[in-house]
C-alpha cells in the first residue's frame, strides 16, 4: 500500500487528493448528526445518503476517501448502550465505501478512519491507558479486517492515544496516516509536536497530517510539521462552521477561494495530501481537483 499512495498516485499527479467531510456532510443533506454517535448510525438508518456522498466525492476528484467510522468503536456505542452494535456499523460503513470505489472509473484507495475515543476538543476526557489499549486494539482489528487500504488516524489530540495507535499499526505491519489536531505547534493536550512526530516518524507512517483546525491554524503549524518530519505530508482544515455541543459541528456559509488560498500555501510548502475537514463539501474537494488540474498543466508545459 505504501508504493501505490506514495509512489502511484504521485508519480502521476502533483499532489493527492483527499475526500471532505461526512459528518457535517450528512447534517448539510437533512441527516441529524448528534453526539456522542455523531455521523455512525447514518451507517444503518441512511446507508444510501452515506454512499451518495462517497459518490460525490470521488466524482470530484478525491483519490482518497475515508470510511465512516469515525464514531463507531465499541467505546463511544457503549455510551448509549450499544456497544454490541458498533462493530456490525463499522464494517456497513466499509462495505458502503468499497461499493463507491468499485462503482467508479478511476484507482481510489480507501482509508479506514480512527479518531479519539472522547470529544476531539477535549483531551482531559481522554480514558486511562487500558481503555485506550483495549478500544484501539479492537478498532484497528476490525478495520483491518474489512479490507481498508491504509487507516487513517485522524484528528489526534493526545500524546498517549498517537503512541499506542502507531506502535500497534507498525507491530501489526499495517500502513497508517497520523493526522495531528495541533494549536501552535502542540497537540491540543499541550504536547510539543517535537516531542510527537520522532517517535511517530520512528513507526513508518505512510504520511503525517494536520486536520481539523482552522485554514490559518494550519498555515502556521505546517512549517513545525515539515521542520520533524521530511516524508510525505499534508493537510485537510476546517471550512466553514464552528463545533456544537449537540450537532457536534455547525455549518455556516464560507468561501471557497479562501480555502483554495490556504491550500496553495499548503503546496508551497510541500504539501502533497490535500482535503477538507469539518465543513468542507465536494465543491471544495472539486475545486481542488481543478487548481489540481491547472498545476499538472502548467508543469507538463
Known amino acids: 500500500m505504501k508504493e501505490i499512495t506514495t509512489s502511484v498516485l ?6 493527492i487528493i483527499l475526500d471532505g467531510a461526512m459528518g457535517t456532510e450528512l447534517e448539510r443533506r437533512g441527516f441529524r448528526t448528534t453526539l456522542p454517535l455523531w455521523s455512525a448510525m447514518a451507517n444503518l438508518e441512511a446507508p444510501v445518503l452515506v454512499k451518495q456522498i462517497h459518490d460525490d466525492y470521488i466524482a470530484a476528484g ?9 464514531r463507531t468503536t465499541a467505546h463511544t456505542f457503549a455510551k448509549v448502550n450499544k456497544a454490541t452494535l458498533a462493530s456490525h456499523l463499522t464494517k456497513l460503513a466499509v462495505e458502503i465505501a468499497r461499493e463507491s470505489i468499485v462503482q467508479s472509473d478511476r484507482t481510489v484507495l480507501l482509508a479506514g478512519s480512527l479518531a479519539p475515543l472522547e470529544d476531539c476538543y477535549s483531551p482531559e476526557l481522554v480514558p486511562v491507558d487500558e481503555v485506550i489499549h483495549d478500544a484501539y486494539m479492537e478498532q484497528i482489528d476490525l478495520l483491518i479486517s474489512t479490507g481498508v487500504d491504509f487507516i487513517l488516524a485522524e484528528t489526534m489530540i493526545n500524546h498517549r492515544e498517537i503512541t499506542f495507535i502507531s506502535e500497534y499499526l507498525h507491530q501489526k505491519e499495517f500502513p497508517f496516516i497520523m493526522s495531528f489536531t495541533a494549536q501552535d505547534g502542540r497537540l491540543l493536550d499541550g504536547t510539543p ?4 512526530i520522532p ?4 513507526k513508518n507512517p505512510l504520511g503525517l497530517l494536520l486536520n481539523c483546525r ?12 515539515h521542520d520533524l518530519f521530511h ?5 485537510y482544515a476546517n471550512g466553514s ?4 455541543n449537540i450537532l457536534g459541528w ?4 464560507g468561501s471557497i477561494n479562501d480555502y483554495l488560498a490556504s491550500v496553495n500555501q499548503w503546496l508551497e510548502r510541500g504539501a502533497l495530501l490535500i482535503g477538507g475537514c469539518c465543513g468542507t463539501p465536494p465543491e471544495h474537494i472539486a475545486a481542488i481537483y481543478e487548481l489540481r488540474e491547472r498545476i499538472y498543466e502548467t508543469v507538463k508545459h
Open 231 to 235: 516524508g510525505v505530508s499534508g493537510a
Open 214 to 225: 482552522s485554514c490559518a491554524q494550519i498555515t502556521k503549524t505546517l512549517p513545525v510539521l
Open 10 to 15: 504521485l508519480s502521476s499527479k502533483p499532489f
Open 193 to 196: 509536536l517535537e516531542s510527537v
Open 62 to 70: 478525491a483519490d482518497v476517501i475515508t470510511s465512516n467510522t469515525f
Open 199 to 202: 517517535d511517530v516518524t520512528d
Open 250 to 253: 455547525k455549518i455556516e456559509d
Open 241 to 244: 462552521g464552528h463545533p456544537d
